[in-house]
């Protein structure tokens, strides 16, 4: 790590960032805003533990399929923002098949996958396997899902383990001069790297004041709150709490209201693609606060399909994208004319009028 990186990310994190969110500056992570947006991890983790109930696993129940219900149910935690499981992606929100455990949901209706699963899991939290067989194993029998894998590591050992969100902290790791990258790298020897990453973050908190009690998964909510406080509104409506989306979120309406601003400069202008007239009568900053109000009255969801939106830098597929559009493609860039929908949506409109695409959509929901 870049010692003189980590000193003045962390002098700017504890005496910008933070104070923003009601507190002085950063000295704790038993209280304040710390406590507020990262205190629920190691409450969910007594909860998961507490649904598995390992010891009360019995090895001649391996293949009924009581334990894969057992960890089935420690992944999917619901509840409020402080309560619910949001260190893995469990909701299946971009349709069937895209939640990270469902090769797990799966194995209910297959007895040989069954049993393989329940084998892991007996290892996992009842047997003595080395942590890297058992790490690839479970890469072979669910594919190369980082989060969940971490996710469950986690559960094993939190002083060692820690969860994963990819791209943030592959963000974090940059701010700090650290050489490492995990998005599209899950393997047990980068997820060694990555817990020794945050060890090494570990190591230069506990020199700091108030700090010298941190812990591996306050090294892990440090880097996080690094990245997702920076853009984060103090008084945002995830605000505090566990912010998934809310650095990319910002970022995402950033994007949007600059591709706006450059459509609208463009009008007028001779281009070998269809040409629209675009005028922008918001100033831009107006409009980031229009973009962000549409998604807010919009629930998040794409105003023509209702599917989920999803943000730039914590996406997982680039065709659910948040874009703007124009209600009105020959109209212009005004609050009334706009709306948030999805990247692939409003590349099948094109110009096709509002209404015509939505009775069209209609029509393919109905067939």
């Known amino acids: 790590m870049d010692i003189p990186n980590f000193e003045q990310a962390f002098r700017h994190f504890s005496e910008t960032v933070y104070p923003r969110f009601g507190d002085s500056t950063f000295t704790s992570f038993n209280d304040g805003a710390a406590r507020g947006w990262e205190g629920y991890k190691l409450n969910l983790r007594t909860r998961a533990l507490a649904l598995l109930e390992p010891a009360a696993w019995q090895a001649s129940k391996i293949g009924s399929g009581e334990i894969l219900e057992r960890g089935i149910a420690a992944i999917e935690i ?20 895209s939640a990270s455990h469902s090769a797990l949901k799966a194995a209910r209706d297959e007895p040989g996958r069954r049993a393989q699963f329940e084998n892991w899991l007996w290892g996992a939290f009842r047997g003595d396997l080395p942590p890297g067989g058992l790490f690839e194993a479970l890469r072979a029998l669910a594919g190369d899902g980082y989060p969940l894998a971490a996710y469950l590591f986690f559960l094993m050992d939190s002083d060692q383990f820690a969860p994963i969100a990819p791209r943030t902290f592959d963000e974090a790791f940059r701010r700090l001069g650290i050489p490492l990258v995990t998005s599209g790298r899950c393997s047990w020897e980068n997820y060694v790297e990555y817990n020794a990453a945050i060890e090494t973050v570990r190591m230069r908190l506990i020199e700091k004041p108030g700090l010298d009690g941190a812990r591996h998964i306050d090294a892990h909510s440090f880097l996080w709150m690094m990245v997702r406080m920076e853009d984060e509104r103090p008084d945002g409506d995830r605000s505090p709490g566990a912010v998934r989306y809310a650095t990319a979120k910002a970022r995402s309406i950033l994007e949007m209201a600059a591709n706006a601003a450059s459509a609208a400069a463009q009008s007028g202008k001779e281009s070998r693609f269809v040409y629209k007239d675009k005028q922008m009568h918001h100033h831009r900053l107006d409009l980031e606060r229009i973009i962000t109000r549409l998604i807010d009255a919009q629930g998040g969801l794409c105003n023509l399909t209702g599917l989920p939106l999803q943000w730039r830098g914590d996406h997982e597929d680039p065709a659910m994208l948040a874009s703007l559009d124009r209600v009105d493609s020959a109209g212009h860039y005004v609050e009334d004319n706009l709306q948030v929908v999805c990247r692939f949506a409003n590349q099948w409109k094109s110009t096709i009028p509002d209404g015509e695409f939505r009775r069209l959509l209609a029509l393919v929901r109905s067939t």
Do not use: C, F, I, K
């Open 78 to 97: 619901s509840g409020n923002e402080q309560t619910r499981n949001n260190l893995v992606s469990w909701e299946e929100r971009y349709g069937p098949g």
